[in-house]
């Protein structure tokens, strides 16, 4: 079910990603060994995520949605 009151998306998005970034970097720095490049993966992905969080489902894990959008 995605999440549904607006005035409240932003304070639940920050928190799922602060929760599940280091995870997500911690994929991404397997791909890109240099670190600021890897930061600036992780900033791209995270604005990503923010512009499809209208659409997060949250019965799963908010891990899964970033990790399709950082690097294999």
């Given at each position: 079910m995605?999440?549904?009151d607006?005035?409240?998306n932003h304070e639940h998005f920050t928190r799922l990603l602060l929760e599940s970034e280091p995870a997500m970097l911690r994929s991404i720095q397997v791909a890109v060994p240099h670190r600021a490049d890897a930061r600036a993966i992780m900033?791209?992905?995270a604005v990503a995520l923010w512009r499809q969080f209208d659409t997060y489902d949250s019965s799963r894990p908010f891990y899964q949605l970033g990790h399709g959008l950082c690097p294999n």
């Amino acid at each position: 079910m995605p999440v549904a009151d607006s005035e409240d998306n932003h304070e639940h998005f920050t928190r799922l990603l602060l929760e599940s970034e280091p995870a997500m970097l911690r994929s991404i720095q397997v791909a890109v060994p240099h670190r600021a490049d890897a930061r600036a993966i992780m900033q791209e992905t995270a604005v990503a995520l923010w512009r499809q969080f209208d659409t997060y489902d949250s019965s799963r894990p908010f891990y899964q949605l970033g990790h399709g959008l950082c690097p294999n």
